[in-house]
């Protein structure tokens, strides 16, 4: 890495309506923490982008100064990669607007919101955009990656409601992608992740949907077997109004859980149904009617589970998802009907090599019934090219031609990469 002058800090400081914030200033330690407490990467930079003018300045300053660099939008990659060792991170939080547009059917939300701040405004108007499960990953990584959710199989993936992208590229051009306009591009940020640009905002298109009916249903431990077996036959028939992931959680000591449960190791189907209230009461019927079985490897795991927040999901990625083709966008697992995801978190570091090999453990278990690859969004940091390249099997070579188009030096590397074969870094 050059060594940094502090003139030239100021000079990008001065270009800047956002703040850059170093090592040793009093917001230095917050600023860089990330959802995953086990990362502490120590950035030379943060810079707190206040608009697309910031972000360009940002661009080309760690460009010419030969700065690693990062994109930080929710924070909530389990990797940490929002942030980076001795790099400039670009921090997005401010960039924080969501503009409906009903007569459009559209919603233009800014690089640095997360979705709660997307369905907010979006309620308000009686649509949503299809995104997760929680309210507080950032709209940029979920969308990139892919983006599996509640309304998956109603309304697809969310990267199946982008309609449009602003980007700033790494030779710091600012770009539209969409259909018309480079559409390759556009192509590639639908599941390619932040490998090409720093997307400013999103285009999305709008959804009708005011309410959803639904919540967890939780059963024995001792039934797990018996509810995985009903629920995998059940959701791939399931009309696309209904979706529900299966988990083994451990029940949250507060309302509105009933006391006796607190605490207790259990599964369950948490379900979110979009049709009508008695609609979803007539789909609800053959839920609550179901019988029980025996035991198999995930339930081992279940009774393990090493921690109060530590969980294990399997989303359904088919419904609308998988009506969309496999090279229609740069996401390819458009035949698989589960995306499963083990997590093992904690807020005491004492039980890091609990939860670690908790997970590790399960991982291998399942790994050889698996399709291969992975949601790109559910990897880690650290798992390697072969397992981004198992990713995108077929896909992987044109992302790899559009990468070397629009990245050639691989300046955009702090992600599940896409390494350009033009020049290798
Ligand atoms: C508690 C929790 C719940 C989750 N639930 C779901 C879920 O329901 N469904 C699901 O699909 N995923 C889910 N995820 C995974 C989530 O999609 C990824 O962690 C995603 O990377 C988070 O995006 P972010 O913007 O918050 O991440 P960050 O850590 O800020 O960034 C992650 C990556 O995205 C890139 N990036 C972010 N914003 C931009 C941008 N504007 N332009 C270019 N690149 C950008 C960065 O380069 C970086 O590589 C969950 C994760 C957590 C921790």
Redesign the pocket.
Known sequence: MAELQETSINELRAALRGRVIQPGDHDYEDARK???AMIHKKPRLIVRCADVADIISSVNFARQNGLLL?????????G????CDDGLVID?APIKYTRVDPTAGTATVG?GC?WGDVDHATHAFGFAVP????S???????T??????HLTRKFGL?IDNLLSAE?VLADGRFVKANAEENADLFWALRGG??NF????SFVFKLNKIDMIYGGPMLYQLSEAADVMKWYREFIVKAPDDLSGFFAFLTVPPAPPFPEHLHLKKMCGIIWACAATESKAAEMFKPIRAFKKPALDLHVRFGHELPSMHSTMHL?PINGAASRVGKSETAWNYRDANWAQ?M?GVDPDPANKDKIISWTKNYYDALHPYSAGGA?V??LMGDEGGDRVKATYGDNYERLVKIKNKYDPDNF?R???NIKPSAKKS
Do not use: D, E, M
């Open positions: 990330v959802y995953n990062s994109i930080r939008g929710g924070g909530h990659n389990a940490g990669l929002g942030i997005l690089g997360v995104s997760g499960i929680i507080t990953t950032g709209v940029g990584g979920l990139l990656g892919g983006g599996i959710g969310t980007v992740g932040g640009g720093v997307v400013t989303y995801v997590v949601y969004n559910f955009f702090v992600n599940q």
